[in-house]
DNA sequence: GAACCGACAACTGTCAACAATTAATGCCGA
DNA sequence: TCGGCATTAATTGTTGACAGTTGTCGGTTC
């Protein structure tokens, strides 16, 4: 039986369910045990936490507001599905926010800070020469966090991620082409230069176009796939109601 | 009382009474019947709309998420207060995405739209002469509303608002500088001719150097607040608990 | 007069239950 | 055997209630 505050004892209310919930239910996703279009049955998931359905619906209106959720009237809330607009669309407003973070960091940050996107770089090139596509990824999406958060927007450091997120719900995973890794981190390293001499338009159009690359892959994967999937077309069944059990 | 669909008799769950709740209190905020650190009664609330507290914290939880909203533990929901250095996040994360809707939309703004944007301008220029600041600050939101509409990027268009809505948030309203309205529907136009030539770049520099602009605006009259109201300085204590009631 | 203290009221966080609705099951006939 | 149709089971949307916490008010002490 989970408690708000680990175990102690007896109902002493020193945290809220609903975060816990929240995040839970983020990691079951983010895992991929809980995959786009499945249905969130709420009494289940109360009862494998061991509390009520209150929480459980609280938490899942917050996922809804974020894009992880979607709510169908007297059918609960679904897991959401992104289609290939939604995702492209997506990563338009990256790399939008993406570039404004960059010139935004380009004019605060730090030594230390740019030390350690360095060090990413360097890892990164020892994971392409491993290759370790693994912590390449990791390493990856570590140094595109540290550019947010070196931007000292926390709005912007708040968002970002949850971009990330929904993006994560489209129905393929791991785009990473092997391909793409070494000039990914070129990328970066021209990158960490504008940054270093505090070029922000210069950073900005650099990240920018570093997320666009990421959207032209995507793009060619998605075209790859429809040449051999039998083209789905623009009547993809995979909008139906396939998986809501 | 009130129902779900209007009012069809009897508990017929056509809708659900979260969303309406929602847009409630969103109006509430927007007209300023709720200001910025003001407790959300849930039981008052629920009262008042005929409902129980069950559908008023979900409709708070999923505001909380936007950001209108904070929650603290065992003390509820409160209207957020925005600070300065939030607004002047906010202004930041803004300019980018305008200037990424605005790349997006001149590839493809249709010459309808390209017209409604020109009427608006005509109409801002007519409320400047007259001058009316209240129907100029509607037309000039209304500009904004159609270049992001133009962009026809689903997220960005559901985003964009939303970031609005909390900057209103920020203690002070009503920012318009009667100097400002000539010289920001010069801009407007400067936008308009950058899309009428499907210039991207151009239309995405100069949307952002729009909002830029208003933040500049912003931080002026700041400035002179901070001057004459005897320097709140950094301990302002319109951070403390004020008016939790 | 101000700080402290304790009872009381107000309110939140959670739960269990109920009616409305949707999904599943089994029965029936062709 | 397979597709409708009524019946049953599951599930949601909402409610009212309860325990725990915060806030209030008067009295008391220094």
Redesign the interface.
Known sequence: MLRPAANPARTP????F?PLIQREIERMIGTGELTGGTRINESTLALRLGISR?PV???C??L????LLR?E??RGFFVREVST??AL??Y??R???F??AG??AAAIITTVQLRGLGELIAQMDAAIEAPDIATFYTLNNEFHRQVVVASD????IE?YPL?EA?LHLFRRRGLVLPGSMRTSNDEHKAILDALRQSDGTGAARLLERHILAGKARFLRTLEDDSATEARPGPLDPRHSRSKDR
Chains 1, 2 share one sequence.
């Open positions: 209310r020193t945290a809220s609903v209150g619906r609280e938490a209106r917050a809804e507001q974020i894009g709510s009237l007297n607009k939604e669309d997506l338009d407003i790399a939008g926010l570039g404004t010139r935004l927007n926390d709005k912007l968002l971009l929904e």
